[in-house]
């Protein structure tokens, strides 16, 4: 139950809606089997609940609703349907633990979409409400195009849904057009007008997305909707793990003690694959540049101290940091590091001096982690056999690096 006045950053739930939000995404066709792996894999996550397409949309979500209702998971299971009663009839039927009921409450909806007033929304609102609420069920009402709604709309109808034993109400930034500070502005207000919990619906059209879910939960919602690698209708939604980034560094504890994060990486690999598309560089916890350290400033300090450039631990993901030294922006620490991961000690001054050549290479092309290490290892043996140092300066690296493995050829 909500908590009114208290925020909710470190007692939140979520609902994962992959499979009924994400199967709108442009790609998206997840079969029977696809939606069992998914399903099982957020299971495996940790969400609290997921969400499945309407029974009602067609024979097959029906079935497949049906059958990850079977599969005994830990995660309720929830199915989203229109604020219909046909719609309901269907939905308590499958087996879900919960149905959401949803309806475009924006003068833009009542206009274009469903063509009703308020007057009916609320009074079908109710009969859906109460019939669900027969059948044992959890139930959560939602208006839709919740901040281009009329508050002298919106505010009477969820003290209605409240009054009659609603679980949650929804507030749905349908079009993602609202900012952080009108979601905390709306959802404080909305804390102290009703006492059932709140679920919140971003999109992420105008790249808000996590931060409302985040001000959402400090303004004292209770549960937060996101889909795996954001995936949903235009821009989607709160990415799993983009909240979950968010929400560790506001309270790690929790975030790891609730979740299974090390998963994280398979489970956006399994959706990736599903709707055919590649995980972002700057995909937030798995791109492969999440955790990688370039310039020399940061190097040094990473390699002293990583929490001086991250406020994420990667382990906690089962990631790992990478330090790029194969660059003109690399420092003297970074090349002494990889020496010393290879095995090839030398003084710091020698360090120094195999970094300088490094950079100078790196200015005039892109160089390769193997073409570095190979120059390190050149630069070592050269040390190593009493040669001059400046043996190796004014030489391409190619050259270098061809001479290196020669030599090593040779024996």
């Known amino acids: ?163 009659i034993g609603v679980n949650r109400i929804g507030v749905a930034d349908t079009v993602g057009c609202a900012n952080p500070r009108q979601v905390y502005e709306l959802v404080r207000v909305l804390r102290h007008v009703v006492s059932c919990d709140i679920e919140t619906h971003f999109h992420n059209d105008s790249g808000c997305a996590i931060a409302n879910a985040f001000c959402a939960l400090e303004a004292g919602a209770t549960h937060i909707d996101t889909t795996v690698l954001g995936i949903g209708e235009r821009n989607g939604i709160t990415p799993l793990g983009g909240l979950m980034a968010r929400m560790i560094v506001s309270d790690r504890g929790y975030v790891s003690n609730k979740y299974n994060l090390k998963t994280l990486k398979d489970i956006e690999e399994l959706v990736a694959n599903a709707v055919q598309i590649k995980i972002p560089f700057n995909n937030y916890i798995t791109g492969f540049c999440a955790f990688s350290h370039k310039a020399g400033i940061h190097t040094k300090a990473v390699l002293n101290n990583p929490s001086t450039y991250e406020s994420i631990n990667p382990a906690d993901f089962g990631m790992k940091r990478h330090i790029a030294y194969a660059s003109r922006l690399t420092g003297w620490n970074a090349i002494k590091s990889r020496a010393e991961t290879l095995k090839l000690f030398m003084t710091d001054e020698r360090y120094k001096e195999c970094t300088a050549s490094i950079k100078a290479f790196a200015d005039v092309r892109r160089v390769s982690v193997e073409e570095i290490d190979s120059f390190i290892h050149a630069f070592y043996d050269a040390q190593k056999l009493g040669a001059p140092q400046d043996t190796l300066v004014g030489k391409s690296l190619d050259t270098v690096v061809v001479t290196s493995l020669d030599t090593v050829v040779k024996g």
Do not use: W
């Not at 029977?32 to 969400?51: R, S």
């Not at 989203?80 to 475009?104: F, K, L, Q, S, Y």
């Not at 859906?128 to 709309?153: C, P, T």
């Open 1 to 163: 139950m909500a908590h009114p006045g208290l925020g909710n950053v470190s007692r939140f739930k979520i609902i994962d809606s992959t499979l009924r939000e994400g199967e709108q995404f442009e790609n998206a066709f997840f079969d029977t089997d696809q939606k069992i792996k998914i399903a099982k894999a957020l299971d495996d996550f940790g969400v609290d609940y997921i969400e499945l397409t309407s029974p009602a949309a067609s024979s097959k979500s029906r079935a497949d609703c049906e059958a990850i209702c079977k599969l005994g998971l830990n995660a309720k299971i929830l199915t989203h349907i229109r604020c219909h009663m046909d719609d309901a009839r269907i939905a308590v039927e499958t087996g879900v633990d919960g149905v959401n009921v949803v309806i475009g409450t924006s003068s833009h909806l009542m206009s274009h979409s469903h063509g009703k007033d308020i007057s009916y929304i609320t009074k079908i609102a109710l009969e859906v409400i109460e019939f669900v609420k027969s059948k044992h069920l959890e139930i959560r009402f939602s208006s839709e195009d919740s901040f281009r709604s009329d508050i002298n709309d919106l505010f009477p109808l969820y003290q209605a849904v409240d009054r």
